[in-house]
C-alpha cells in the first residue's frame, strides 16, 4: 500500500483513517483526503491525524494505490464522474456507499477497473465494526489480503457475494441505530420506575455488553439464552411476555426487511440516474 486517496470526508472516513493510522497500516504522509467544498473539515482532519488534503485531484491522485469513496451515495454518480479521468486500471477503488453497485461504479467511471464494494456501520469509529465486502473479479488475492488488513483496523470483517449487502445494510450497517433506539427505550423506562438516568445507562450499557458477549462466546442459541434467564412466574417472563403481546420481534424483523429493500432502492435510484446522464450512444 503505497498511498490512499479518500474521497469524502465524513465521519466513515475519519473511522478508517484514524483506525489505519492507530494499527500503523500506512504512514499518515501518504493519507490524502478531499471533499467537496468543507475546507473546515479538511482542516480537522489534518490538525487532528497530520494527513494531507487537498482539492487538486492531479495531486490527489498522484501514486495513488487505494481509492475510498466515502461521500454521500446520493452524490455518487456526481463525484465518480468528476473524479473518473484520475482513475488507472492500476488502482484498487474501494466503495462504502450504501446501494451503490460495483458495476454502477464501473459504468460511472468508465474503465475496467478492481472495486471492493463495502458496508461498515458507523461502530468502525471505536474499530467495533461488523464490515461485510465483497469484490470484483478484478481483485487479485493479494489486495483482498490487503482489505482484510484495512477492514480489519475497524474491527470484524467478513467477505460475502455483492447480492448479499442489501440484507447486510438492513441488518448490521443500520444496526447500530436499532440498538440505540432500544438504549433510548430503555433509559426510558428506567426514569419511570425511578432510577437515576445516568446510573441506569450504565446498567443498560453493561447489560448490552454482557449479553453481547454471552452470544459470542456460548455454544448455545440466542433463545436458548433467553429461555436459560426466564424462570416461570419470574420478572424476565413477565418482562417479555409483554414484549410479545407488542409484537416486539416482529417489529425488528419488519425493520431489518425495510431496511435491506431502501437498500435496494437506492441502488436503483442511481441505476436510473445513470441512465439518464450516461448515454450509451
Known amino acids: 500500500m503505497k498511498k490512499i486517496a479518500f474521497i469524502g470526508a465524513g465521519s466513515m472516513a475519519e473511522a478508517f483513517i484514524s483506525g489505519i493510522l492507530e494499527n500503523s497500516l500506512i504512514d499518515k504522509k501518504n493519507v490524502w483526503v478531499t471533499n467537496n467544498s468543507n475546507e473546515e473539515r479538511l482542516k480537522r482532519l489534518s490538525d487532528t491525524y497530520g494527513v494531507r488534503t487537498t482539492y487538486d485531484l492531479k495531486e490527489l491522485f498522484a501514486g495513488a494505490d487505494i481509492v475510498i469513496l466515502s461521500m454521500k451515495p446520493k452524490d455518487a454518480a456526481t463525484a465518480i464522474q468528476y473524479i473518473r479521468e484520475y482513475l488507472t486500471e492500476k488502482m484498487l477503488v474501494v466503495s462504502v456507499l450504501a446501494g451503490v453497485s460495483m458495476s454502477t461504479i464501473e459504468t460511472l467511471a468508465r474503465l475496467p477497473i478492481a472495486v471492493v464494494r463495502a458496508m461498515p456501520n458507523t461502530s468502525a469509529a471505536v474499530g467495533k465494526s461488523a ?112 414484549l410479545e403481546e407488542h409484537q416486539v420481534q416482529q417489529a425488528f424483523i419488519s425493520c431489518i426487511k425495510a431496511a435491506t429493500e431502501q437498500s435496494k432502492k437506492m441502488g436503483a435510484v442511481l441505476r436510473e440516474q445513470l441512465e439518464v446522464t450516461e448515454p450509451t450512444s
Open 131 to 242: 464490515t461485510a465486502v465483497a469484490v470484483n473479479e478484478r481483485v487479485t488475492p493479494k489486495q483482498i489480503e490487503l482489505m482484510k488488513d484495512l477492514f480489519g483496523t475497524v474491527g470484524l470483517t467478513t467477505f460475502v457475494e455483492e447480492e448479499q449487502l442489501d440484507a447486510v445494510t438492513g441488518l448490521s450497517g443500520s444496526g447500530p441505530a436499532y440498538i440505540y433506539y432500544l438504549i433510548e427505550a430503555m433509559e426510558k423506562s428506567a426514569v419511570e420506575v425511578g432510577l437515576d438516568k445516568e446510573m441506569a445507562s450504565e446498567l443498560i450499557v453493561q447489560t448490552l455488553i454482557g449479553a453481547a458477549e454471552m452470544v459470542k462466546n456460548s455454544t448455545k442459541s440466542s433463545e436458548q439464552l433467553r429461555r436459560d434467564v426466564t424462570s416461570p412466574g419470574g420478572t424476565t417472563e413477565a418482562g417479555v411476555k409483554v
